[in-house]
Nanobody
């Protein structure tokens, strides 16, 4: 069992930056791939970024490539999402997730087994 708690969300102006953190419980955190998803009001949840257990491979949605960076610190049981050059369309609830099994790219929500409650990110124009 893995419990995930996100933090770092907030209100920021367009062009600004935020760093989200996701703290995980459990001694097996390093065995899980981790991902970030987001859901805006009235829209479906969408993939943002993912990182393999070793941190050696990362994956991004086209909409955030070059602006967002996912990273992890297995010693701290934490995964991060650095978000730069934020746009109003990035406004959403951001959730982190953990996946036990292997996947090619971890871009689908059904590949993840554990989810956090989410943190709100609002980007004003």
């Amino acid at each position: 069992q893995v419990q995930l708690v996100e933090s770092g969300g907030g209100l920021v102006q367009a062009g600004g930056s935020l760093r989200l953190s996701c703290a995980a419980s459990g001694r097996t955190f390093s065995r899980y791939a981790m991902g970030w998803f987001r859901q805006a009001p009235g829209k479906e949840r969408e993939f943002v970024a993912a990182i393999r257990w070793s941190g050696g491979s990362v994956y991004y949605a086209d909409s955030v490539k070059g602006r967002f960076t996912i990273s992890r610190d297995n010693a701290k049981n934490t995964v991060y999402l650095q978000m730069n050059s934020l746009k109003p369309e990035d406004t959403a609830v951001y959730s982190c997730a953990a996946a036990r099994d292997y996947s090619v790219s971890y871009s689908r929500a059904d590949e993840f087994d554990y989810w956090g409650q989410g943190t709100q990110v609002t980007v004003s124009s």
